[in-house]
């Protein structure tokens, strides 16, 4: 879902519409592509929050 060049170690943090988070994982290697399985959560908007060094990626999703 976010297709970006990682340096070193990054964070994902996973928000429901309500602001609490219901998702975090911290990764050490170097990546270029994160695909999460989100099918055991239910309907309804979420925030993905990724850390990466000095950058901050936000994105939107809604499962339905």
Known sequence: IIDSQFVNEYCLEI?????????????????????LDLSG??????FIKLFSGDLLYNRKILIQ
């Open 41 to 46: 959560y239910p309907e309804g908007m979420y």
């Open 15 to 35: 928000y429901d519409a309500k602001g609490m988070k219901i998702f975090a994982s911290l990764h050490a290697e170097q990546q270029t592509n994160i695909n």
